[in-house]
């Protein structure tokens, strides 16, 4: 399916992050499509059926390991490179029918409300995204992310802080029928690990 389809919009040429992030998978990047350590413990937990949306999933080894247990994945990211790199090895693995790559900016993506049994993200932040992919959940569904904090701007100058989480982010921002299982900050990597699920 094409990104407007999945409720995205293909990112200008120019967008800076689709240029920043091509260059990277560009560049001799060779993926090991390990999954996220927060995909394989949220798909080892009770989840309704439904399917997952795995955000800013890049080379994704967690949509990967998701379609593999028989789930169908929408996997957004801007770099067209990154989702060619999952979707070849989606096929080579006989998983292409169940992974639908997106191509579009996070940041006019949106999803129907209730949509996915997990939504996942690890390794990007914006307030009003994650807002969305939590109306996303549905009931007794699984909310994940994984992103930097502010403490990882004293090794990292040039990151924003419009990337980092504040002290409590995210689940200070989580509405009340969500309860908190999990969030951990991660000193080694200068990220914050959460995850929530709806009631």
């Known amino acids: 399916m094409s990104a407007t389809d999945q409720g995205g919009r293909v990112p200008p040429d ?34 309704p059926d439904g399917p997952v949306a795995d ?23 801007i770099s067209e490179l990154a989702l060619a790199m999952l979707s070849d090895e989606a096929r080579r693995r006989g998983l292409q029918r169940l992974i639908t790559e997106v191509h579009t900016d996070l940041a006019v993506w949106s999803a129907p409300p209730c949509s996915y049994a997990l939504v996942l993200c690890t390794g990007w932040w914006d307030r009003a995204v994650f807002g969305a ?41 989580l509405a009340a029928d969500f309860a908190v299982l999990d969030q951990r900050d991660l000193p080694d990597r200068g990220r914050r690990r959460f995850l929530a699920r709806r009631q």
Request: with cysteine; proline share 7%.
């Open 133 to 173: 992919a939590a109306g996303a959940v549905i009931r007794g569904g699984l909310l994940g992310w994984e992103a930097f904090t502010a403490e990882a701007r004293q090794a990292r100058a040039d990151l924003s802080p419009d990337w980092c989480l504040a002290p409590g982010e995210p689940a200070s921002l």
């Open 55 to 77: 955000l800013a999933c890049g080379a994704s080894g967690s949509a990967l390991l998701a379609a593999a247990r028989g789930r169908a994945v929408t996997a957004v990211d």
């Open 14 to 47: 120019g967008h800076p992050d689709r240029l920043r992030w091509n260059a990277r998978y560009a560049s001799g990047f060779s993926p090991s499509f390990r999954p996220h350590p927060l995909a394989v413990q949220a798909l080892d937990m009770d989840l």
